[in-house]
Antibody
Framework: QLQLQESGPGLVRPSETLSLTCTVSGDSVNSPTHFWGWVRQSPGKGLEWIASIFYSGGAYYNPSLQSRAAISAGTSTFSLRLTSVTAADAAVYFC???????????WGQGILVAVSS | SSELTQDPAVSVALGQTVSITCQGALLNKYFGSWYQQKPGQAPVVVFSGRNTRPSGVPDRFSASKSGNTASLIITGAQAEDEAVYYCNARDYGGNHRWVFGGGTRLTVL
């Protein structure tokens, strides 16, 4: 059974870098059939796709975050770095698995990240 | 605002049928997917593409598309269907990019 689990700090200071990791069990991050990515949800707001990575190493970004975001993959984990965070980056961050189309079929439980000094 | 437009809120009487719509150019040629999110939980996919309903999702959930508007249809809405519903789509225009709609809060009366 596929499981995704986010980990990382619950609090980041403004202008610093947010680093999150997703641990995957029940599938391989190196699978050629799926993308692995991050989606966030600001308090009381909708879902925003941030970035995704494919087994070949190809990384894809939301244009609005591309200059600050970096996604990478390991053996059974994948990670997100978001630089120069502001209050607008405070959100629940979900790691996800999705297919080549629009099917985001597995989600982590989400991790709440606050931005404050 | 999102490239995929959803009504912020919709209500339906218990047992009646409701359609939740999602409009945008990304849906011109391809179906998107639909997600249900209840408070404090991660979204769960309830329908994808032309005819994919994940196992465990009740068959009262279906989807359709006309032009650039996709619809999630709940036939015989139940109290447990009260949630926020999101659509999403992939940008097939040469960019590897995925977009979510703004979400529709469904109230079952």
């Amino acid at each position: 059974q596929l499981q995704l689990q986010e980990s990382g700090p619950g609090l980041v200071r403004p202008s610093e870098t947010l680093s999150l990791t997703c641990t995957v069990s029940g599938d391989s991050v190196n699978s050629p059939t799926h993308f692995w990515g991050w989606v966030r949800q600001s308090p009381g707001k909708g879902l925003e796709w941030i970035a995704s990575i494919f087994y070949s190493g190809g990384a894809y970004y939301n244009p609005s975050l591309q200059s600050r975001a970096a996604i990478s993959a390991g053996t059974s984990t994948f990670s997100l770095r978001l630089t120069s965070v502001t209050a607008a980056d405070a959100a629940v961050y979900f790691c996800v698995r999705h297919d080549y189309g629009s099917l985001f079929d597995s989600w982590g439980q989400g991790i709440l990240v606050a931005v404050s000094s | 605002s999102s490239e995929l437009t959803q009504d912020p809120a919709v209500s339906v009487a218990l047992g009646q049928t409701v359609s939740i719509t999602c409009q945008g150019a990304l849906l011109n040629k391809y179906f998107g997917s639909w997600y249900q999110q209840k408070p404090g939980q991660a979204p769960v996919v309830v329908f994808s593409g032309r005819n994919t309903r994940p196992s465990g999702v009740p068959d009262r959930f279906s989807a359709s598309k006309s032009g650039n508007t996709a619809s999630l249809i709940i036939t015989g809405a139940q109290a447990e269907d009260e949630a926020v519903y999101y659509c999403n789509a992939r940008d097939y225009g040469g960019n590897h990019r995925w977009v979510f709609g703004g979400g529709t809060r469904l109230t079952v009366l």
